[in-house]
């Protein structure tokens, strides 16, 4: 039997480092990850999907994207014919936002953002995953969130806000925690609950995630 190709894609800024701890049966899967690439200016979420979607080599590929990563590789499903779409503490479309993200879209807040301060790691981490422990976590944060150019946190941060989706791909699997602090559960519907799960549970909640994507993939839903 041939084993089903499962493309990782990580959240804004971070690194496939995030998944160091994703273990699938070797028997079954080949694990391949996808890193984020530099910007043009002003790039089409569309286009820089396109560009991404290049370095993956194989037919219908399983996508699985956190976060930001998510909104993109729900983006190149539109490019390439994939298996499966799963998406991690992220959303299908732009109306799962939480009222201060679509606040930011409508006053155009983004625009002065100050993603200089966002290289830091502390306000990068506060922006991707909350303030859930933060201090302690910090670490961590550098660890993973390698990708600060100010360039490319211009361009995410306004890429996520400005997401137009308003239809929901009901056959993307969104698994989402419960106490995620950057989009909260109330503004979601039709997920896969992970109690406990905040923003980061692709790093915290790893055991979970080992012991349920392999029949997610392979087209058990519940």
């Known amino acids: 039997m041939d084993k089903i190709p499962v493309y990782f894609m990580p959240g804004l800024a971070a690194s496939s480092r995030i998944f160091e701890n994703i273990k699938l049966p070797e028997d079954r899967f080949?694990?391949?990850?996808?890193?984020?690439?530099?910007?043009?200016?002003?790039?089409?979420?569309?286009?820089?999907?396109?560009?991404?979607?290049?370095?993956i080599k194989h037919?219908?590929?399983?996508?699985?994207?956190?976060?930001?990563?998510?909104?993109?590789?729900?983006?190149?499903?539109?490019?390439?014919?994939?298996?499966?779409?799963?998406?991690?503490?992220?959303?299908?479309?732009?109306?799962?936002?939480?009222?201060?993200?679509?606040?930011?879209?409508?006053?155009?807040?983004?625009?002065?953002?100050?993603?200089?301060?966002?290289?830091?790691?502390?306000?990068?981490?506060?922006?991707?995953?909350?303030?859930?422990m933060i201090t302690r976590k910090l670490n961590l944060y550098e660890k993973y969130m390698s990708f600060r150019d100010k360039k490319y946190l211009d361009w995410a941060f306004e890429t996520v806000i400005t997401w137009s989706r308003t239809e929901i791909d009901e056959k993307v699997v969104h698994i989402h925690g419960t106490a995620d602090e950057v989009f909260p559960a109330r503004y979601i519907h039709n997920f896969i609950p992970v109690k406990g799960g905040t923003h980061i549970m692709i790093v915290n909640k790893y055991k979970w995630l080992n012991e349920n994507l392999p029949r997610l993939i392979e087209g058990e839903k519940e």
């Open 30 to 55: 080949e694990m391949y990850y996808l890193e984020w690439i530099m910007p043009e200016p002003h790039e089409p979420l569309t286009d820089y999907a396109k560009r991404v979607a290049a370095n």
């Open 59 to 132: 037919e219908n590929p399983v996508l699985v994207g956190v976060s930001f990563g998510g909104i993109l590789v729900q983006e190149i499903s539109r490019i390439i014919n994939v298996r499966k779409v799963i998406i991690v503490s992220s959303v299908r479309s732009s109306l799962q936002f939480p009222r201060r993200m679509r606040f930011a879209k409508m006053t155009r807040a983004y625009r002065v953002f100050p993603t200089t301060l966002m290289q830091k790691v502390d306000w990068l981490a506060k922006a991707s995953f909350g303030n859930n």
